[in-house]
């Protein structure tokens, strides 16, 4: 069974950092684009970032220059690290699994069941 799950959520103030992993179980990670996503309550799922199977990377607007992802084909993981972090920030983030990498959310089968983000002082 094909499944993901991401970690390393919690409480951070602003300015802080935090880094999301996104472990895959069931297959292996590498051979998939994967992204990170974002939903902040009342609001649409925001693609944030992906990393291609060879390793090219896209990234939202609003996370360049703060947000980094990468892989760990060893660990079968997919980290976010995340700094500056702002109020805004504030949401829970999914990672996803799909064919193509984009940050179009339309474009990813599989899902893991998220992690909360809060930056608050």
């Known amino acids: 069974q094909l499944q993901l799950v991401e970690s390393g959520g919690g409480l951070v103030q602003p300015g802080g950092s935090l880094r999301l992993s996104c472990t895959a179980s069931?297959?292996?990670?590498?051979?998939?684009?994967i992204g990170w996503f974002r939903q902040a309550p009342g609001k649409e799922r925001e693609g944030l970032s992906c990393?291609?199977?060879?390793?090219?990377?896209i990234y939202a607007e609003s996370v360049k220059g703060r947000f980094t992802i990468s892989r760990d084909n060893a660990k079968n993981t997919v980290y976010l690290e995340m700094n500056s972090l702002q109020p805004e920030d504030t949401a829970t983030y999914y990672c996803?699994?799909?064919?193509?990498?984009?940050?179009?959310?339309?474009?990813?089968?599989?899902w893991g069941q998220g992690t909360q983000v809060t930056v608050s002082s």
């Open positions: 069931g297959f292996t990670l590498d051979y998939y684009p």
């Open positions: 996803a699994a799909g064919q193509y990498a984009t940050t179009r959310r339309d474009r990813y089968a599989y």
């Open positions: 990393i291609s199977s060879s390793d090219d990377i």
